[in-house]
């Protein structure tokens, strides 16, 4: 059975993040990292594994039909 378009776009989502934080990772300094930086990646983090969690969700709802 194809995923829904729901699970498509949460899916699509969380690559985003997940991109973006990757990207935020190779942009940090060997040293001083500000602690603006830091609490970006934990924001980051905290929203991917919230976003992952959801599609687990999405993912059970269509398995249960």
């Not at 942009?27 to 602690?35: F, G, K, N, Q, W």
């Amino acid at each position: 059975m194809p995923e829904s378009e729901k699970v498509l776009q949460q899916r699509k989502r969380i690559e985003a993040l997940e991109k973006e934080l990757t990207d935020l990772e190779a942009r940090m300094p060997a040293h001083s990292i500000s602690p603006n930086l830091v609490a970006e990646m934990d924001r980051l983090d905290e929203i991917i594994q919230t976003e992952k969690e959801l599609l687990e969700k999405f993912l059970a709802d269509e398995n249960a039909r």
